[in-house]
């Protein structure tokens, strides 16, 4: 029996089929454009070629649905970090949804909540307070992408946000410096802060790589499969196209420094004396030519990519390593 760990993104959908043991075996990597460009199926015409789509996948890679994993988009996902004074478990769990209510910002009928105690310190402390991070997810989303896969005769063993599948990935151990996580996806861009081996916070924004795409497509006349070309392997290499390129896509990329500044900052107010030591890039387009030196001097911070397979063996895939950081992450998942 394989894993079979699933990135449904607007552009693409991503597979891995895999064993984890003592060593993470890759049997498969699956890459495919995503027909629909849609996560969320809405009208029933849209699930059902949604359904059609996710059963040609599997059946045409023979992929193993005895343990399936899925990915949840962040935009129907809402993480918080909260303070509160120190409780046992028993009333936290009597608080836990007044606490909810107060920070996540999706209506209470469509709550599907899960919390998990990120540090706990002596009740005895004066002003002690503990750390409990909220993770909550349109019930209504997470239901009908459960039943899609039920009505195939699949039934989803994990389903969870990306950016947690990602930090697993990243295998963060507590004494790592303090470090800022970037998810570049065709739709939105994702930030998410681990500072002393603990989730701090994310932030989510649109704009997702798909913008440099289209403006690459509409400046030179190409259809979006060359402008997704020339966004990898051109990139921000001034010598390409006699500069042009450059000129075209780096306003886009300099709202997405704006981005990564504005998560610096946030951190540096709410931690005083702390700053951010090291920035991981992770998805597809952060293998844009050039992207990650340039990033490093806006930033004047180490820039660093995802290495997802760096511990694997078998069937690893010759390039678009960053594609399957999210599908990696899923994997890695210890199933209790």
Do not use: W
């Given at each position: 029996?394989?894993?079979?760990?699933?990135?449904?993104?607007?552009?693409?959908?991503?597979?891995?089929?895999?064993?984890?043991?003592?060593?993470?075996?890759?049997?498969?990597?699956?890459?495919?454009?995503?027909?629909?460009?849609?996560?969320?199926?809405?009208?029933?015409?849209?699930?059902?070629?949604?359904?059609?789509?996710?059963?040609?996948?599997?059946?045409?890679?023979?992929?193993?649905?005895?343990?399936?994993?899925?990915?949840?988009?962040?935009?129907?996902?809402?993480?918080?970090?909260?303070?509160?004074?120190?409780?046992?478990d028993a009333e936290l769990a009597s608080a836990i949804g007044w606490q909810a209510e107060q920070y996540i910002p999706i209506p209470k009928d469509d709550l599907s909540l899960e919390y998990q105690v990120l540090a706990r310190p002596d009740k005895k402390l004066p002003d002690a307070k503990m750390k409990v991070l909220l993770v909550a997810s349109r019930k209504s989303f997470v239901e009908k992408l459960n039943n899609i896969?039920?009505?195939?005769?699949?039934?989803?063993?994990?389903?969870?946000?990306?950016?947690?599948?990602?930090?697993?990935?990243?295998?963060?151990?507590?004494?790592?410096?303090?470090?800022?996580?970037?998810?570049?996806?065709?739709?939105?861009?994702?930030?998410?802060?681990?500072?002393?081996?603990?989730?701090?916070?994310?932030?989510?924004?649109?704009?997702?790589?798909?913008?440099?795409?289209?403006?690459?497509?509409?400046?030179?006349?190409?259809?979006?499969?060359?402008?997704?070309?020339?966004?990898?392997?051109?990139?921000?290499?001034?010598?390409?196209?006699?500069?042009?390129?450059?000129?075209?896509?780096?306003?886009?990329?300099?709202?997405?420094?704006?981005?990564?500044?504005?998560?610096?900052?946030?951190?540096?107010?709410?931690?005083?004396?702390?700053?951010?030591?090291?920035?991981?890039?992770?998805?597809?387009?952060?293998?844009?030519?050039?992207?990650?030196?340039?990033?490093?001097?806006?930033?004047?911070?180490?820039?660093?990519?995802?290495?997802?397979?760096?511990?694997?063996?078998?069937?690893?895939?010759?390039?678009?390593?960053?594609?399957?950081?999210?599908?990696?992450?899923?994997?890695?998942?210890?199933?209790?």
């Open positions: 029996m394989s894993i079979t760990a699933l990135d449904i993104g607007t552009h693409t959908i991503k597979a891995l089929s895999a064993k984890n043991g003592k060593q993470i075996n890759i049997l498969q990597a699956v890459d495919i454009p995503n027909s629909l460009n849609l996560v969320i199926p809405q009208s029933d015409q849209e699930t059902t070629q949604f359904s059609e789509m996710i059963a040609n996948l599997i059946n045409d890679y023979k992929l193993d649905a005895s343990d399936v994993r899925l990915s949840l988009p962040e935009s129907v996902i809402a993480n918080k970090v909260i303070e509160v004074p120190v409780l046992t896969f039920l009505n195939l005769g699949i039934e989803p063993t994990v389903m969870e946000t990306q950016m947690f599948s990602i930090i697993r990935a990243l295998n963060i151990k507590s004494d790592d410096p303090e470090t800022l996580i970037v998810h570049m996806g065709a739709s939105n861009l994702d930030l998410a802060v681990i500072a002393n081996g603990m989730f701090d916070f994310v932030f989510s924004s649109k704009n997702g790589s798909q913008l440099l795409s289209n403006a690459i497509a509409q400046s030179f006349a190409l259809d979006l499969k060359q402008a997704e070309e020339y966004k990898i392997t051109c990139g921000l290499n001034p010598e390409q196209l006699e500069g042009k390129l450059v000129q075209v896509i780096l306003p886009i990329v300099n709202n997405v420094v704006v981005e990564i500044q504005k998560a610096l900052r946030y951190f540096s107010q709410v931690h005083p004396g702390q700053t951010i030591k090291r920035v991981v890039l992770s998805g597809g387009p952060a293998e844009m030519i050039a992207f990650s030196q340039y990033l490093s001097q806006q930033l004047n911070t180490e820039v660093l990519l995802m290495a997802p397979f760096a511990e694997a063996k078998g069937q690893i895939p010759e390039n678009k390593h960053l594609h399957y950081t999210v599908c990696m992450g899923l994997v890695m998942r210890k199933l209790s």
